[in-house]
């Protein structure tokens, strides 16, 4: 899979992309693909025995991503949601932390998912800025039926055709999401603005008054019990609307030294029920990557532990074992300095479309080579791959200027 579209790298794009790695060494939501390198093997095997065939066929997986800080987490998961947009899916990323989405709440998790859905993006769309959550999509849903139906009828039957359409929208299994959505349909339509707003107040679970919902037919308020089944009756939806199906990518910064052990306790739980969901018949259509910096949180002895740790023993490898649960991106089969140098290069490249430049093939090498040596002497102090390309970038502003060698002390590296 090349994610490369070099047609498409104007010189705001290459900009927007220098200085974001440049100041905040994380990849931007469009341009990471510009210097991608390394995750191939990786990325292949994902779409190929799963987004392409199994997921959009009503399978379900999950899969745990783990990395340091600044080892790429970001960057795999922004790469697997361009996957998922490239067979139609809709996407969720997540990025989880422990006062707003912690995962010992699942219905701030469920909330978190319905708050970040993203249909299918263009470069366009990304760049040009996208609106996101359910909302977003319900308007897009019927937007797009509503001129479908348009096109096939006299102006005086597209709205009664609409009605029989929403009415026959299919079973799921939350009943209480089955009638939100359809009144919120219903209510684009009518143009009932104010019964648009609360019916999505609703479905992004802020739990409106019940007097207020018993109308639409709204009985189910949304809390730890209800949120594994409003996922499941998102997904039906999301699938019965016409896309392949749900990918959530949950990435994990940091864990709260200050959680309990009762909330640590929960979050297991909750980790080894969502893992077990995925093995389940009825939750269809779905992919799950939770990305984390190590592995200490699976360290204990009770049974919860011990469960958690059996379900997530088997390691992802794209020839011996693409069903494993654990992707280590530590262990992309590069050799490190080989792998800076790859990020290097096509960094370099779009450096130069985003000053209008070319540098001198020798100073350049030998400035990547520095930067990359001392980045990877650092790596048990940190993420070397973000120290290397944010160092490299400062060093790219130097030899554009000087056209000369650069080594780490030139840059205060």
């Known amino acids: 899979m090349n994610t490369e579209q070099n047609s498409e790298l104007t010189q705001f794009v290459a900009r927007q992309i220098i200085e974001t790695v440049g100041g905040l060494g994380t990849p931007p939501e469009y341009g990471f693909q510009f210097f991608s390198a390394g995750l ?10 799963y987004l392409s065939n199994y997921i959009q066929e009503g399978g379900s997986a999950f899969k745990l991503v783990v990395g340091i800080y600044g080892e790429g987490k970001t960057h795999f998961l922004y790469s697997v949601r361009e996957l998922g947009w490239k067979y139609d899916y809709i996407t969720a990323y997540i990025a989880l932390n422990p006062e707003q989405t912690p995962f010992h709440k699942l219905q701030q998790v469920y909330k978190s998912i319905v708050s970040n859905l993203i249909y299918p993006q263009s470069p366009e769309e990304l760049l040009s800025g996208h609106e996101r959550g359910i909302e977003a999509v319900i308007k897009k849903w019927y937007n797009e039926k509503y001129q479908e139906v348009s ?31 359809k009144e919120a349909f219903k209510s684009l339509l009518e143009k009932r603005e104010d019964d648009f707003s609360l019916i999505i107040q609703w479905l992004v679970g802020e739990n409106p008054p019940k007097n207020m919902l018993k109308n639409f037919k709204i009985f189910e308020k949304l809390d730890k019990s209800t949120a594994f089944k409003m996922i499941r009756s998102l997904v039906e939806w999301v699938q019965e609307i016409g896309y392949s199906g749900l990918v959530i990518l949950l990435d994990e910064a940091e864990q709260s030294p200050s959680m309990s052990s009762k909330q640590k306790n929960i979050l297991l739980n909750n980790l080894r029920e969502l893992i077990d969901e995925c093995g389940h018949t009825n939750f269809k ?87 990359a040596n001392e980045a990877y002497k650092r790596k048990l102090e940190t993420g070397y791959k973000r120290l290397f390309v944010k160092n490299i970038i400062k060093a790219f502003h130097k030899l554009r200027k000087s056209e000369k060698l650069i080594i780490p002390e030139d840059i205060d590296m």
């Open 40 to 49: 191939d093997i990786y990325l292949d095997t994902i779409e190929e025995d």
């Open 151 to 181: 096109q096939k009828l006299p102006e005086e039957e597209v709205f009664d055709e609409l009605l029989r359409y929403i009415s026959s929208l299919g079973t799921y299994e939350s009943n209480s999401f089955r009638n939100a959505i």
């Open 285 to 371: 259509n779905t992919m799950w990557f939770y990305a984390v910096t190590d592995e200490n949180f699976l360290e204990g002895k009770t049974q919860i532990y011990t469960a958690l740790t059996q379900r997530l023993s088997s390691i992802f490898d794209e020839e011996i074992n693409p069903t494993g649960a654990k992707i280590y991106l530590n262990r992309i089969p590069i050799e490190p300095i080989e792998l800076l140098m790859k990020i290097g290069l096509k960094l370099a490249k779009t450096y130069e479309v985003a000053y209008k430049i070319s540098f001198g093939k020798d100073a350049l090498n030998g400035t990547l080579e520095n930067i």
